[in-house]
């Protein structure tokens, strides 16, 4: 039978002192009609800043709690205008950072910014301390249960846990049952979802074992709300969190079976998940390989992560995918997440998981029912942090007892949709119609096991900040807002586990009681305060220490391909930014009339796709080139031009967010919304063409600017490891290809006889400024092709591009050998390159772009640019053998 809690909902009288409400509040409120009752609680519900419940019925509200009183004091502001700001300040940074919640169903795309409050919610030392001990004890007891089930299931036969709920979850897994998983714990990471009741206790509501999310965002949080209250962070003793993430990877380190050499890898879905942002800063923060599915194989049983030197071993896996898409072999056989043999590394003891295969079902509501009787059983103790009486309808006494309180229940259900389940959203009984209710009692007494009611708590409701007050907006100023706690519980190599101090906030929407990210609520930092102040250098150096302990961090396959080709869209783009530049403002330029010039752009836009191939050239309808040439910037489809190109260097970006500075991530994302925000300006601003040509090179100009800051932090602020030769690589062979590409049509089409095309030539390559420096007025082709072709200390000339290729591709292939690979020696050779055999011509009369020694070189170069990009894709990014390992089951 299940053993629950009960608790009574408070209701009376409100005893504390009534005083007036903080200056800060006052100020805010900014309404001297309104300002000491302006701000309270919905009836009924706790409020955090009293601690009170909030009684509409009362004339004056109590006091503000001393933590709130002290965190107001100490705020440093005095007015709403000054909170309008650091709420802007604060969103500006979650944006600029590119902190993001994905959320699938978004029609506007699959990124949306992360929502954060202004406002931390406080817990009190006393109370924190009774919530630590109590989500500590019933870790234990879950990793306990997990033991039972997956061993003995002594539980299952005393009926202290009903077989048909354990058994018939989706989330257990049989394949897992008799293993000890390696270092002995399944549970290295729990999370508890704990409601604030208006008895002032609080109450478990729901628990995540699987995969929990929230380690990453509750950093980003803390780092954005003390930013805009340091000195208050301080004043409150807040509890640090550093050291709590070096424990748990301490912890994985020391249970892996490499031990402290272990290397130890965090598993995505990938870029489209809806918490990937968290797993790329976690990864980053914890200096752990950031891998898919794709990326890692199994071998003997082993684990390996594909990497551009091979195989490297897999000791540990920190993983953010569900337990049934982990082995296609042995689970969903259409999961592309996973890794096929997964499970049977597990069970051979070769890679430690985190969590263990097999908790899922641990996160049914159903559960929260038992486990009072369960830790009476296992811990000979009644649990000291109750969870709301909830009841499992697959019992006839439980069902027979909990329909007739449906309207004050909510409906959960007990399994996950899959397969066998029909799954749906929870829903408050008090939001139904009589005839709704007798609806579902009907649904519940036919598939009552599918049903798990739990009893309605009024959510506590904290003061939120909602800018717009200082202008007189409605619905803005400080307004209160329900919210539920998320509190973290992770594996200690000491103490087995421990909590870490705060957690995450989940705040609800305007005038709704269900905090949830999905339905569109928000996030709060969460400050559990100490009595002492914090030791956080003790603390920084346990980060530090975690850090160093990690490996060097290896290249993934994935990695790699997708860094190779951030560099060659990066190339790619300011190659086309600078060309439509020099197209336009040649096509209203006095150059427009010549004719070789024209035709050279004219065909350069149609290879390079800043124009499909049936639109006319500028010869034959300029307007209609020029228009062409304009709507295709920033557009996705049709021509590929900036904005396609633009895109695709932020998706390769996106895949390798672990690797990438905030700064290099945020302009890429600043550079692609500007250029898409300026281009739809253009459509709607009429049909100018003069004005239209104006705005587009003022929207080039600044994409330029963008562009040059992301290939600055590719340059200095990216670790000079294999990755970024690649990426480095990618960029060259891209100029490679377009340098030849560009030279070739300048002198096919004779454009670089006249004066105009000779100037446009230099122009496009940025070195104008040193051709005058080093010819004076000079315009023979010996002297561009010094320049352009010749010159090693050009980084736009052939040689120079040439010659750091062959580098890069040899340090890739060989690392500090002095031999030069076979792929290195693909790329021509510049020494071997001279100035009066390029310039030599069979005719001395007038040039007609014939100087057939050069024009066969450009013709190598561009071959020999995708000759190699086809052999970097073969050697390092295809593993088209690893198909003929099988991988044994048992």
Not at 50 to 62: C, E, F, Q, Y
């Amino acid at each position: 039978m299940q053993k629950r809690w009960h608790w009574l909902a408070y209701s009376g009288a409100v005893t504390a002192k009534t005083e007036p409400l903080p200056p800060l509040l006052i100020a805010a409120l900014q309404d001297a009609a309104t300002q000491a009752a302006a701000y309270s609680a919905s009836g009924g519900h706790l409020d955090e800043l009293r601690n009170a419940v909030a009684v509409d019925t009362l004339a004056s509200k109590p006091a503000a709690t001393p933590a709130w009183q002290q965190f107001l004091s100490q705020a440093e502001t005095r007015t709403a205008a000054d909170l309008d700001q650091r709420f802007a300040s604060l969103q500006r940074q979650i944006r600029d950072n590119g902190v993001t919640y994905n959320v699938y169903a978004d029609e506007d795309g699959p990124q949306r910014p992360w929502s954060l409050d202004l406002f931390p919610l406080l817990i009190e030392p006393q109370r924190w301390a009774q919530i630590e001990a109590g989500v500590l004890q019933r870790t234990r007891l879950l990793e306990q249960v997990l033991a039972d089930v997956y061993g003995p299931q002594q539980l299952l036969k005393r009926g202290l846990l009903p077989p048909a709920l354990i058994q018939g979850h989706p989330g257990y897994l049989r394949s897992m049952h008799g293993v000890t998983p390696v270092g002995g714990v399944r549970l290295h990471i729990a999370a508890y979802d704990l409601a604030h009741g208006p008895d002032g206790n609080w109450w478990v509501v729901g628990q995540r074992c699987q995969a929990p999310s929230g380690l990453g965002y509750l950093l980003e949080n803390r780092m954005a709300v003390s930013g805009q209250f340091p000195q208050a962070l301080e004043a409150l003793r807040v509890q640090h969190l550093a050291s709590t993430y070096a424990a748990l990877m301490a912890s994985l380190k020391s249970r892996s079976p490499a031990g402290e050499d272990a290397h130890l890898a965090l598993l995505t879905p990938g870029p489209y998940n809806e918490t990937y942002f968290e797993h790329a800063y976690l990864a980053r923060y914890l200096g752990l390989s950031l891998v898919e599915g794709g990326d890692l194989m199994v071998r003997d049983d082993n684990l390996y992560l594909k990497t551009l030197k091979g195989l490297v071993p897999v000791h540990g896996l920190l993983k953010r995918v569900d337990d049934d898409y982990l082995d296609p072999l042995e689970l969903r056989a259409d999961s592309t997440l996973g890794v096929p043999g997964l499970l049977q590394a597990i069970r051979a003891g070769r890679v430690l998981v985190a969590n263990a295969p097999g908790t899922a079902f641990l996160e049914s509501p159903a559960l929260l029912g038992f486990l009072p009787g369960v830790a009476e059983h296992l811990l000979g103790q009644s649990l000291s942090l109750p969870a709301l009486p909830t009841w499992w309808c697959g019992e006839r006494s439980a069902m027979e007892a909990a329909l007739p309180q449906l309207q004050d229940c909510v409906i959960k259900p007990s399994y996950p949709a899959s397969g066998l389940r029909n799954g749906f959203d929870a829903v408050l009984g008090r939001s139904l119609s009589a005839r709704q209710r007798d609806e579902w009692a009907g649904r519940i007494l036919r598939q009552g096991e599918e049903h798990t009611l739990q009893a309605y708590l009024p959510l506590s409701q904290m003061p939120t900040w909602q800018a717009g007050r200082s202008g007189a907006q409605p619905g803005a100023g400080i307004l209160p807002r329900s919210v539920m706690l998320r509190v973290f519980v992770v594996s200690d190599p000491v103490h087995g586990w421990r909590v870490l101090p705060g957690g995450m906030a989940r705040v609800a929407s305007a005038a709704a009681d269900v905090a949830s990210m999905q339905l569109g609520g928000s996030s709060a930092d969460v400050w559990a305060l100490a009595h002492d102040v914090p030791d956080s250098a003790a603390q920084s150096s346990l980060g530090a220490a975690a850090l160093l302990a990690q490996r060097k961090r290896p290249v993934t396959s994935r990695a790699a391909e997708n860094l190779y080709w951030l560099g060659r869209y990066t190339e790619r783009t300011e190659h086309l930014i600078r060309l439509a530049r020099l197209t336009l403002e040649c096509l209203h330029g006095e150059e427009q009339s010549s004719a070789p010039l024209t035709a050279w752009l004219g065909q350069m836009a149609v290879v390079n796709t800043l124009v499909l191939p049936g639109v006319p050239a500028p010869a034959q309808a300029r307007r209609v080139f020029e228009r062409s040439l304009i709507d295709s910037l920033g557009s996705s489809t049709g021509a590929t031009s900036v904005g396609y190109n633009l895109r695709a260097l932020k998706m390769a970006g996106s895949a390798v967010r672990e690797r990438l500075s905030q700064e290099h991530w945020r302009v890429m994302v600043r550079a692609e919304e500007e250029l898409t925000r300026s281009c739809a300006a253009q459509t709607l601003d009429g049909d100018d063409p003069a004005q239209a040509a104006l705005a587009a090179l003022q929207t080039l100009k600044h994409c330029g600017e963008h562009m040059a800051a992301i290939t600055g932090a590719q340059t200095d602020r990216m670790t000079r490891d294999d990755g970024w030769r690649l990426l480095s690589i990618g960029r060259q062979i891209e100029r490679l290809g377009f340098v030849a590409q560009t030279l070739h049509g300048a002198l096919q089409t004779e454009s670089v006889h006249t004066v105009a095309g000779f100037e446009a030539l230099l122009d496009l390559f940025d070195s104008s400024i040193t051709f005058r420096a080093h010819y004076e007025r000079s315009r023979d082709i010996a002297s561009l092709v010094d320049l352009l072709v010749l010159n090693g200390d050009n980084p736009r000339s052939l040689a120079c591009v040439a010659q750091t290729l062959r580098g890069r591709l040899n340090k890739l292939a060989n690392g500090s050998s002095e031999a030069l690979s076979p792929l290195a020696q693909q790329v021509p050779e510049p020494s071997a390159w001279r100035l009066a055999e390029l310039c030599e011509q069979p005719d001395q009369g007038r040039l007609s772009g014939a100087v057939p020694a050069l024009l066969a070189l450009l013709e190598h170069c561009q071959a020999s640019a995708r000759r190699v990009s086809e052999e970097i894709s073969a050697t390092y990014f295809t593993h088209a053998s690893d198909s003929k390992h099988s991988v044994g089951t048992p």
